[in-house]
């Protein structure tokens, strides 16, 4: 079983940065892939990025190619999510997601980012 917890997220201008956070209670971080969605009020809750349980593989949506960085720490059980040259399209509840090799999937509590134009 693993808990999440995502932090960093806030209201922030057209073309800021902000970097999300997730903080991994698991005791094997690197057990899990992990994963970035979104979801804006009245819309589906959307895979935005994902990383493989090394490291070495990653997925975007094409929404934020080139904008958006995912990345993980397994010795600090903490994955990241660097957001750069933010768009109010952007907006929404940001939550992390965990995926066990075994199938066991696991999600954080959100967190808000709201651009402004």
């Known amino acids: 079983q693993v808990q999440l917890a995502e932090s960093g997220g806030g209201l922030v201008q057209t073309g800021d940065s902000l970097r999300l956070s997730c903080a991994a209670s698991?005791?094997?971080?690197?057990?899990?892939?992990m994963s970035w969605f979104r979801q804006a009020p009245g819309k589906e809750r959307d895979c935005v990025a994902a990383?493989?349980?090394?490291?070495?593989?990653?997925h975007y949506a094409d929404s934020v190619k080139g904008r958006f960085t995912i990345s993980r720490d397994n010795a600090k059980n903490m994955a990241y999510l660097q957001m750069n040259s933010l768009k109010p399209e952007d907006t929404a509840v940001y939550y992390c997601?965990?995926?066990?090799?075994?199938?066991?999937?696991?999600w954080g509590q959100g967190t808000q980012v709201t651009v402004s134009s």
């Open positions: 997601n965990a995926v066990a090799h075994w199938g066991g999937t696991y």
């Open positions: 990383i493989s349980v090394s490291g070495s593989n990653t």
């Open positions: 698991a005791r094997s971080f690197s057990s899990y892939a």
